[in-house]
């Protein structure tokens, strides 16, 4: 008998409709938007908070929020019964993110019979984001179905580095995940750079992302200054980028003067762990390396901020 799934999150929707479980899936999350055949499906979550505002506005609601013991996000737990799901996919690693683990567990607790199962995602490098696909995958009885898309990996990346082999040099990047407070993007992030032919500052690959000071910023001075606030497309992070603008020694950046501050879709790429940051890496590998790299993503995924 097919498995019906929920999936309280964005990247494990992407996740379950990669394996081949799109039609299995029978609610999500309200940001969960690709692929376009999820639009539609039975939205299970909203938000505590306003999400329209300023980055610092929306800051200062989610921090008041957990300060406060409560949770970022509300779960519509006569719904998610009513949909009796045998799979629940949501997330450990973000509290302001996503439904927590603990949060569904509270959820289904009180449930009559068999309780669904709850298959938890908490990737904090690239090689666990792959691992995610295969723990899907097991939970669907189906181990098999990841095979195709570790193959279309090993291809993807290969193709990758052996470009980067052609490489002179390799330039400095600093990645942007929150614009006030600033904040720096890590996890999987490092990685994705260094993949596809850049040097990253400020962060380590497997750590959660940290606040700098302008300062920090000012004097890593990097070659590329890429802005990829987690949960704004392109055009809502544009109009961020004046706050920046704004501050002591932006136009005596490097990656100012040379017209290299780059505008990222965040929320649609480097902010979801889930098959498209292979997107993302050669997204990056177009930026950095023009040269030896198509451009086949810009206008849709990046753009080069007018400054």
């Known amino acids: 008998m097919s498995k019906r799934i929920v999936s309280l999150l964005p990247s494990s929707t992407e996740i379950i409709c990669k394996l081949g479980f799109r039609n299995q899936l029978v609610g999500v999350s309200h940001e969960c938007d690709y692929p376009n055949s999820v639009k539609g499906l ?53 509290e302001a993110c996503a439904v927590s683990l603990d949060e569904v567990r509270e959820v289904v607790s009180s449930w009559m019979g068999k309780e669904p199962d709850i298959v938890s995602l908490e990737p904090n490098r690239l090689n666990e984001v792959w691992l995610d696909l295969d723990r899907v995958a097991e939970a669907m009885n189906a181990p098999e179905s990841s095979s195709n898309f570790k193959s279309e990996i090993r291809e993807r990346l290969g193709i990758l580095d052996d470009k980067n082999k052609e490489l002179k040099s390799k330039p400095s990047v600093l990645c942007i995940e929150w614009i006030d407070p600033i904040m720096i993007a890590a996890n999987w992030i490092p990685e994705l750079v260094q993949i596809a032919g850049g040097t990253n500052l400020l962060s380590e690959s497997g750590t959660h992302s940290h606040t700098v000071s302008w300062e920090d910023v000012i004097e890593s001075n990097p070659d590329f200054l890429l802005l990829m606030p987690c949960g704004f497309n392109i055009e809502r992070t544009l109009e961020e980028v004046s706050l920046l603008k704004k501050k002591n020694g932006w136009e005596d950046l490097k990656a100012v003067k040379a017209s290299q501050v780059i505008v990222v879709d965040g929320n649609q790429y480097f902010n979801r762990p889930g098959p498209r940051l292979l997107d993302s890496a050669e997204i990056l590998a177009e930026i950095f390396q023009p040269e030896v790299h198509e451009r086949r993503y810009f206008g849709e995924a990046w753009i080069v901020a007018n400054i």
């Open 42 to 94: 039975p939205v299970l979550t909203k938000p505590r908070f306003a999400p329209q505002g300023s980055s610092h506005e929306i800051d200062d609601r989610v921090k008041d929020l957990l300060n406060r013991g409560l949770s970022v996000y509300d779960v519509d737990a006569d719904l998610l019964k009513g949909l009796s799901p045998d799979l629940i996919v949501t997330q450990a690693q973000c």
